[in-house]
């Protein structure tokens, strides 16, 4: 057996196996290529066949495809790399991630107002504050990971009904003749909360009400809610995605700090 890519096909070929699950009972031989006319092989009786077994064999593009058969096999295409996509499970992964984060992220709040509250040295301070600010960003990244991939599940859907809506036209473009008996139809089931309750015992729906508080606390120097922070709206005009402001309330703080420190520098 030889895995070796074939030369004169720089692209569409299946690469030689790096590991070979069989190799105690399989082997590898280099063998010279052997050439001998047609005619000598025919004078002496000499014939070889070569069989190939394909289990399946789907083509996207053939010359007698039709428009329904090319439509159809994009859509079964475009179909299973959706099923292989919900089947890793991310966007679940990213919620009980989140959900973890968030939990974190109001701990590390409740405890920076207790520094303050209670007037402690300015390192413990300022270390709370970097934790909040820390866990601030793993939040924001996380629920923005999660977006996107709903986001992306949701065009795959939206690109599969464009193309069975195309299928459909051909199909009445034929005079309901089917060539493929392919169907589609999008089926959405109710959304089930399977976040597990954290480590305080906040479930989820508990833990979206802690957020909502926490986004209309009243923080000194910041604009008062439902008004976003400045560093929301610098970053939503340039991603796109808008921060909440639970997710920026350290970080504006300090960006406030930092511009009001220049201008003091400035009077001075």
């Avoid at 968030?102 to 934790?131: H, I, W, Y």
């Avoid at 195309?166 to 199909?171: F, G, H, S, T």
């Avoid at 309901?176 to 589609?184: I, N, Q, S, Y």
Wanted: with cysteine; charged share 25%.
């Amino acid at each position: 057996m030889l895995y070796e890519p074939d030369p004169s096909k720089a692209n569409k070929q299946r690469p030689w196996r790096r590991y070979d699950q069989n190799a105690d009972v399989t082997g590898i031989s280099w063998l010279p290529a052997v050439l001998a006319p047609l005619h000598l092989l025919d004078s002496r009786g000499v014939s070889y066949r070569l069989d190939v077994e394909l289990g399946k064999l789907e083509f996207e593009v053939h010359p007698y495809m039709t428009l329904e058969h090319q439509l159809a096999a994009k859509l079964l295409c475009s179909f299973r790399e959706y099923h292989r996509r919900v089947s890793l499970g991310l966007v679940t992964f990213y919620s009980n991630k989140l959900a973890a984060l968030e939990d974190g992220l109001l701990n590390a709040r409740e405890q920076l107002f207790s520094v303050q509250e209670q007037g402690q040295e300015v390192e413990q301070a300022m270390a709370a504050t970097t934790a909040v600010a820390q866990a601030e960003r793993e939040v924001a990244e996380v629920r923005q990971l999660r977006e996107e991939e709903e986001a992306h599940l949701l065009a795959a859907v939206d690109a599969m009904s464009h193309l069975w809506k195309q299928l459909c036209d051909v199909r009445d473009q034929q005079g309901g003749t089917r060539l493929t008996d392919l169907g589609f139809s999008v089926v959405q089931l109710p959304r089930e909360d399977s976040t597990p309750t954290q480590a305080d015992g906040l479930t989820r729906q508990q833990l979206d009400i802690a957020l909502l508080v926490a986004e209309a606390e009243a923080i000194a120097g910041l604009p008062p809610y439902p008004s976003a922070f400045p560093l929301n709206q610098a970053d939503a005009e340039l991603t796109g995605f808008a921060l909440r402001r639970v997710e920026s309330t350290a970080s504006s703080h300090a960006l406030l700090r930092s511009q009001l420190q220049e201008r003091l520098a400035l009077l001075q």
